[in-house]
């Protein structure tokens, strides 16, 4: 139950993103065609190849700034105002503050370009007006979609901070407590229980790994000696001490529950 208020804001923090990340996306940006670049005059056929070697290197920001420059140079190329417009408004989407209005105004500058020109197809004019009232009103509302958006953010970071930081401040388990505490919570079944104490092993050290004090080629604590078999004693311990391999509560010569039974011998 105490992970529901983390959810809920992960949920509603990918819900005021999910605009700004697929405005990111290249639908709608088309460059302009072959005959549409022979068409432009020659300060915007420069700005404009400028501009799109700038987006090939996905330098969006240098890119638009040419490609205004282009749009403004030749009014009545109305592709290429565009082409700025979507790219202009895309980016207003993902800034925030001014910098987003000043995307929004170069945006509803272009498009002010295009309505000023006559003879304009039904189809052209439709599309003009959609994408006018799209940046017009995301600019007047432009305030209101940052103050949400960082009051989301805020919102999620402090729910996260409080969930991931909660338990150690209440119970200030540390060290071997703190795991043993943490493998009972519901969700960390089957974690790593801590290793039992070997004889001469060092505290968070493994059998086998290289102790303080040890040359290379000793013998270290928990290892299995050369031509000793599970359940025989080793060098150094004592009766009645656990040996490598043996069971709980079986003895030395006893058969180990993993062994496989030895096959009865017969006269040869």
């Given at each position: 139950?105490?992970?529901?208020p983390?959810?809920?804001?992960?949920?509603?923090l990918?819900?005021?993103?999910?605009?700004?990340?697929?405005?990111?996306?290249?639908?709608?940006?088309?460059?302009?065609?072959?005959?549409?670049?022979?068409?432009?005059?020659?300060?915007?056929?420069?700005?404009y190849?400028?501009?799109?070697?700038?987006?090939?290197?996905?330098?969006?920001?240098?890119?638009?700034?040419?490609?205004?420059?282009?749009?403004?140079?030749d009014?009545?190329?109305v592709?290429?105002?565009?082409?700025?417009?979507?790219?202009?408004?895309?980016?207003?989407?993902?800034?925030?503050?001014?910098?987003?209005?000043?995307?929004?105004?170069?945006?509803?500058?272009?498009?002010?370009?295009?309505?000023?020109?006559?003879?304009?197809?039904?189809?052209?004019?439709?599309?003009?007006?959609?994408?006018?009232?799209?940046?017009?009103?995301?600019?007047?509302?432009?305030?209101?979609?940052?103050?949400?958006?960082?009051?989301?953010?805020?919102?999620?970071?402090?729910?996260?901070?409080?969930?991931r930081?909660?338990?150690?401040?209440?119970?200030?388990?540390s060290?071997?407590k703190?795991?043993?505490?943490?493998?009972?919570?519901?969700?960390?079944a089957?974690m790593?229980?801590?290793?039992?104490?070997?004889?001469?092993l060092?505290?968070?050290?493994?059998?086998?790994?290289?102790?303080?004090?040890?040359?290379?080629?000793?013998?270290?604590?928990g290892?299995?000696q050369?031509?000793?078999?599970?359940?025989?004693?080793?060098?150094?311990?004592?009766p009645?001490?656990?040996?490598?391999?043996?069971?709980?509560?079986?003895?030395?010569?006893?058969?180990?529950?993993?062994?496989?039974?030895?096959?009865?011998?017969?006269?040869?």
């Open positions: 139950m105490k992970r529901i983390a959810l809920v804001a992960a949920g509603a990918i819900c005021a993103f999910a605009a700004p990340l697929w405005a990111q996306s290249p639908v709608g940006v088309q460059y302009l065609t072959p005959r549409e670049v022979e068409r432009l005059s020659a300060p915007a056929r420069e700005a190849e400028k501009g799109v070697k700038a987006l090939d290197r996905v330098d969006p920001i240098t890119a638009i700034q040419l490609f205004d420059q282009a749009s403004q140079a009014p009545s190329a592709e290429l105002a565009f082409l700025t417009a979507r790219l202009a408004y895309l980016r207003g989407r993902i800034v925030h503050g001014q910098e987003a209005a000043k995307y929004y105004d170069i945006a509803e500058k272009a498009l002010q370009r295009i309505g000023k020109q006559q003879d304009l197809s039904p189809l052209v004019k439709r599309r003009y007006e959609v994408q006018l009232k799209t940046v017009q009103d995301e600019k007047s509302k432009l305030e209101i979609r940052d103050s949400r958006r960082k009051a989301v953010g805020e919102s999620f970071i402090k729910t996260y901070a409080q969930e930081y909660s338990n150690l401040s209440k119970t200030g388990e060290g071997e703190g795991v043993a505490a943490a493998a009972k919570r519901p969700g960390l089957g790593q229980q801590p290793r039992a104490a070997i004889p001469g060092q505290p968070g050290m493994q059998p086998g790994m290289m102790q303080p004090g040890m040359q290379p080629g000793m013998m270290q604590p290892m299995m050369p031509g000793m078999q599970p359940g025989m004693m080793q060098p150094g311990m004592q009645g001490m656990m040996q490598p391999g043996m069971q709980p509560g079986m003895q030395p010569g006893m058969m180990q529950p993993t062994a496989p039974p030895r096959p009865p011998e017969t006269d040869s």
